[in-house]
């Protein structure tokens, strides 16, 4: 029995929100012997539990999981900072004999490892930056903000508004998308890589995300929020970013009200949902995989894979 290709075999589960990839994911750990490696921005913060619909222990059924709880709500975790660690990561599982599988739905976490992103090889551009600052003077930070959400909400999420050099460093960085490849590494360079992203019919999968919501209000979001945020040092930290933490930040300060903040948080995370499919179409090498009737085509497409031939 010998495998298909002779580089070492790497697993990628993405794809929309409320898809089931978790258990996915665990299934075929159970199966082939796997370790997972969360690829979610929010999970790896501790403490961020009900709102980042993070894996229990018990839902873990016995499969490692790494990066989650990896650094504290004051911290930032950056792109780069995932794709060190996932390197590092996948040879450490690889050589004790097991199965990396890289799952989570932060496209731009899954982006920069099929891409090869390097934020540090585009230069520092002052004129660029100068133009933004002015903007920024003029019409004040969440407008400049607002620009770099338009253009990547994925980014956004990393970077309270009132940051404003980092903001600009990241609408800098959008200007010069060719140079992210330079000099890089991608997974498919080093690995023999399977990257699927499971998506779904668009009515249930809002269905499901309007359950999940009531599932996290039921299993008291807004008061883990609030307990985070009495303890939470840097109230503008890239933590309190993510869908259902902003808005449950607003009902703790009683800024909306507690209905207002449930259906934002649905409508957040619906049209989050939306830009997940048009992002993940950007990545070359994801093959998206439709599981409104079922996971027997992504089950097959990875016993595929992972099964040894002839």
């Not at 390097?118 to 607002?146: C, I, P, Q, T």
Request: aromatic fraction near 10%; proline fraction near 1%; include cysteine.
């Amino acid at each position: 029995m010998v495998q298909k290709n002779s580089l070492k075999k790497v697993l990628i589960i993405t794809g929309l929100t409320a898809t089931g990839k978790s258990n996915f994911a665990i299934s075929v750990a159970k199966k082939f012997n796997g370790e997972i490696i969360s690829a979610d921005s929010v999970q790896v913060f501790k403490g961020f539990n009900i709102g980042s619909n993070k894996v229990t222990k018990s839902q873990q059924q016995g499969i490692t999981h790494h990066l989650i709880d990896k650094v504290s709500p004051d911290e930032s975790f950056t792109v780069s900072d995932f794709v060190e660690n996932c390197y590092k990561l996948i040879d450490d599982i690889i050589t004790r004999g097991k199965l990396p599988i890289i799952c989570g739905g932060t496209g731009l976490y899954i982006k920069a490892l099929m891409s090869g992103y390097n934020f540090g090889n585009v230069k520092a551009n002052n004129d660029f930056r100068l133009k933004y600052k002015s903007l920024a003077e003029e019409k004040g930070n969440k407008f400049v903000w607002d620009i770099l959400n338009s253009r990547s909400d994925e980014l956004a999420s990393k970077v309270h508004y009132n940051n404003v050099k980092r903001v600009i460093r990241y609408l800098e960085l959008l200007e010069n998308p060719n140079e992210f490849n330079k000099s890089v590494i991608k997974i498919t360079d080093k690995y023999d890589v399977l990257a699927i992203a499971l998506v779904e019919d668009r009515e249930k999968i809002y269905k499901k995300i309007d359950e999940r919501v009531d599932e996290m209000v039921k299993a008291e979001l807004f008061e883990e929020a609030e307990d985070l945020f009495s303890k939470t040092k840097v109230k503008d930290s890239q933590s309190w970013l993510s869908i259902g933490y902003r808005e449950s930040m607003q009902y703790i300060n009683k800024e909306i009200t507690k209905e207002k903040a449930i259906n934002l948080i649905k409508q957040h995370t619906r049209n989050y949902c939306k830009r997940q499919l048009t992002f993940l179409k950007t990545i070359e090498g994801v093959e998206l995989l439709d599981i409104t009737n079922g996971f027997s085509d992504a089950e097959n497409k990875v016993n595929a894979f992972l099964e040894f031939t002839n």
